[in-house]
């Protein structure tokens, strides 16, 4: 639950609303309710049913989590599972990602929690662990922390005030949507960390404008990936709803055939 209890349900959605920049009348014709109604609602005047909660959060592109969380306020029985990764109903979904992690060996991909935790990877991503500080790699390993400490990837990474801008982005966005203290937390020590504005970054190409790629140092080489984020559709649990595969791709030539060469090295996290 990512939203402190004992709040009334009106209040959580009207937070909701407005973090998604949504006016009453926005919310309410793509709820399909009155805007008059949606008002009393988080007014507290009106008690919704579950059915308009879950509605109304659907629409929000509300957190499972948070939808949880609004029901409880409301005084119903939370609609959605939270199981455990390593329980028996998450099985099957852990060895399909075993499988898509793997198949995308020589280049690095892994699986990380909501909070950005290492829960798979494949062999490959030993490319970025290697030669970061051990108190980095002790589980759980938090792969933002990793990838921008100064003990970690960073001092590899040749466009690091670029690369860090984009993460603290993407990361400020998701503790904004999920209201999710943790992921706030995670940013107030990210953004702490060195801008890396004294890097100099390579000459732009053709891939940078388009995408942001990460210009990676191993060894001698100078590595270039495109990034992707893989989620699961249609989540009916709070625990997948919060898994994402991030998978590397090469940008150039130089690349693929440097990560073909590379092969699959033993991986220093898993």
């Keep these: ?67 949880n969380t609004m029901l409880l306020a409301g005084g119903y029985a939370p609609a959605y599972p939270s199981h455990d990764l390593d329980g028996p109903e998450l099985a099957p979904l852990r060895a399909a990602v075993r499988q898509i992690l793997n198949g995308h060996s020589p280049y690095p991909a892994v699986l990380v929690d909501q909070h950005w935790h290492l829960v798979e990877a494949n062999p490959a991503v030993a490319l970025f662990t290697a030669g970061a500080a051990q108190h980095l790699l002790a589980p759980p390993i938090n ?15 040749l466009n690091l005030p670029q690369w860090r801008a984009h993460l603290l982005r993407r990361l400020h966005q998701q503790a904004a949507t999920t209201n999710d203290p943790a992921l706030s937390e995670l940013f107030e020590e990210l953004r702490g960390y060195p801008s890396g504005d004294d890097v100099a970054a390579p000459t732009s190409d053709d891939v940078s404008r388009v995408v942001i790629p990460l210009r990676y140092r191993h060894g ?45 090295p033993a991986a220093s996290a898993g």
Excluded: K
């Design 1 to 67: 639950m990512t939203t402190r209890p004992g709040r009334p349900v009106g209040e959580l959605l009207r937070d909701q609303r407005r973090r998604r920049g949504m006016t009453q009348l926005d919310l309410s014709i793509e709820a399909g309710v009155s805007a008059r109604h949606l008002s009393f609602v988080e007014t507290g005047r009106s008690r919704p049913s579950p059915d308009l909660i879950l509605r109304l959060a659907e629409q929000l592109d509300t957190p499972l989590a948070e939808r």
């Design 143 to 157: 792969v933002l922390r990793l990838s921008l400490h100064p003990d970690g990837m960073a001092s590899r990474i």
């Design 220 to 264: 001698d080489q100078e590595l270039s990936f495109l990034s992707t984020t893989t989620l699961f559709g249609t989540p009916l649990d709070v625990t997948v709803s919060g898994l994402a595969v991030e998978a590397f791709f090469p940008a150039d030539p130089a690349t693929t055939a440097a990560l073909h060469a590379l092969g699959a």
